[in-house]
């Protein structure tokens, strides 16, 4: 575990200290010893589950809390029965939020069978103002429920709910500080995302996350080589630097840092073999950028550059910042400039007001650029953004017309990309052993693409070549050479 904590050198008899992150520290100590007290009166020990929904910035935020969890003594579980349950909700689509409530029922029945269970509830959803006077109304068996911005405080929130009986609620409205230092515990040893900063200040109109992450907070690049450099000595060699927009990262410092620098410091880190980076807005992206991605081997194949629409004036409405031409002109410049690289997208149907030809705009831009994959959401009403009073909101059945129409297109164009690079050889960071055949391992490629193999699980965390010699739609079948 990065960043490992002498527990035992904190006096518990003191008064809590006042600084981050050693009131944290102090309060791990402390809630170790009430689950140290609650695993000798069950007579086995106290497990924690972590239900992560959402984007990567989520999935790091997990794995911070199950660092915390670790030291305090709680052990992992695969499954909602254990003794906390953790949901860290993802609120950018409605569905997201009602997939939760229905498991909060789950929860409860759960909770009846089991006199230590405790349920805590984390992430975008709780920053929503209406989500946490439901939970007080209709979900009173919940035991904690904490926000994005004071996720730092998980350590005194989790001491603070096993001394109480009631519900245990904090939620910040916004936040200046940036807590470093604290425990995370890795799903995978061998890679790791990197938060280089949070929120976001772009108010696209339909979305939810500036209100819920709150203004955008830069980190201090020293912080961020600083924990690449340890995680790199804990043997981790692909870091995933992380931001809702990483293409504004150091513009607010009080020494501005452009990206791309940012960028070329982490490819220098000894034992940092690979860099990935989520998510690029398209309005931001420098020609620095591209020059460096170009001219560093450790930069991986793969740019994600989300175009939302391909309609001009719908993006106008989505306030994105580029037009339909730029996009293409950007996407071109880009491919030019590094003619492997693997472009992907998320994209938005049925945008209030979207007509059929601004659909086909999108459809144009997916067929001219050729992404190696998109995720295609239909537009989902978010109550307190712009977009969810526009007027003409695109009828349901329009828009899962026009959804399906998208996804046999990029399909279509993704298994034609993917086949691009079929009988060549890649270079594959082996993850895990493949799920459904143990005989066959699975890795990434720099272009993030999925490869599958026969190979030895020994082989897990290390970079191999493979030869790509099938392409089965989004992903190859090899053999390593
Ligand atoms: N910061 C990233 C996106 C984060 S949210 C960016 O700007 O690209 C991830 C994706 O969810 C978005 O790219 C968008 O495609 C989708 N999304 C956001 N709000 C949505 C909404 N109201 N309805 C449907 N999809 C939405
Ligand atoms: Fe949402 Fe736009 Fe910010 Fe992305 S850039 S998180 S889509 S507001
Ligand atoms: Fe969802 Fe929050 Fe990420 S709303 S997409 S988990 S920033």
Sequence with gaps: MYNHIDLDAIHLEETPPEQEPDRQRYF??????????????????????????GCQMNARDSEKLAGILTMMGYVPHDGED??????????????????????????????????????????CMTQEPHVADTLKKSYGFVDLVFGTHNIFRFAELVFRMLESDAMVTEIWEGT??????????RKYPFKSGVNIMFGCNNFCSYCIVPYVRGRERSREPQAILDEIRGLAEDGVVEVMLLGQNVNSYGKTLAQPVSFARLLSKVAEIPGIRRVRFMTSHPKDLSDELIETMASS?????????????????????????????????????????????ALTTDIIVGFPGETDEDFLHTLDVVEEVRYSSAFTFQYSKRSGTPAAVMEDQVP???????????????????????????????????EQVNVQDSSLLTGR???????????????????????????????YMGEMI
């Design 176 to 185: 200046k500080q940036i807590v470093e230092n604290l425990p995370t515990q």
């Design 28 to 53: 791990i100590a402390k809630a170790r010893k009430q689950v140290r007290a609650l695993s000798e009166s069950a007579g086995r020990p106290m497990t924690f589950h972590i239900e992560t929904y």
């Design 445 to 475: 490629l720099s272009n993030n693409l999925l490869v599958h193999f026969p190979g030895d699980p020994a082989l897990i965390g290390k970079i191999v070549d493979v030869r790509l010699a099938a392409c089965k739609g989004f992903y």
């Design 297 to 341: 081997k450790k930069i991986c194949r793969h740019l994600h550059l989300p175009v939302q629409s391909g309609s001009t004036r719908i993006l106008k409405e989505m306030n994105r910042g580029y037009t339909k031409e730029s996009y293409l002109a950007l996407a071109a410049k880009i491919k030019r400039a590094i003619p492997d690289i």
């Design 396 to 430: 349901e059945d329009v828009v899962r017309e026009r959804f399906s129409r998208l996804l046999n297109t990029v399909q279509d164009l993704a298994k034609k990309e993917c086949a691009r690079w079929e009988g060549t050889i890649g270079q594959a960071l082996v």
């Design 82 to 123: 254990a003794d906390l349950a953790v949901y860290n909700t993802c609120t950018v689509r409605e569905n997201a939020n009602r997939k939760v409530y229905g498991h909060l029922g789950k929860l409860k029945r759960l909770k009846e069978k089991n006199p230590y269970m405790r349920i805590a509830l984390c992430g």
